[in-house]
């Protein structure tokens, strides 16, 4: 089973596109998916990340929030997949 990596995001974020770009090149050597949510307009999200954003899930568990370390990444989703 793939692993779902969301990214909540905001329309205009460079940090977020960057993030985006960091997962995309990654993702086929890593095999999961991702899934981008935008949190423009939805008021409960932009409560919840609206000054963190990008946020990173994997599997709906939080992993990180700005930028993304491929490095320390990978070591979440390895630890992830061990516990599963």
């Known amino acids: 089973?793939?692993?779902l990596?969301?990214?909540y995001s905001r329309r205009?974020?460079?940090l977020c596109e960057v993030a985006e770009s960091t997962l995309t090149q990654i993702k086929q050597?890593?095999?999961f998916d991702i899934d981008v949510v935008l949190i423009d307009g939805d008021q409960?999200?932009?409560k919840l990340y609206g000054h963190e954003v990008p946020v990173?899930?994997?599997d709906g568990e939080h992993h990180d929030f700005y930028k993304?370390?491929?490095e320390r990444f990978k070591s979440s989703l390895?630890?992830?997949r061990q516990h599963r």
Request: glycine share 4%; with cysteine; hydrophobic share 35%.
């Open 29 to 31: 050597e890593l095999d």
């Open 78 to 80: 390895e630890k992830h």
């Open 1 to 3: 089973m793939r692993n």
């Open 44 to 46: 409960e999200l932009e």
């Open 56 to 58: 990173i899930h994997i």
């Open 68 to 70: 993304v370390d491929p």
């Open 5 to 7: 990596i969301t990214i």
């Open 12 to 14: 205009g974020c460079h």
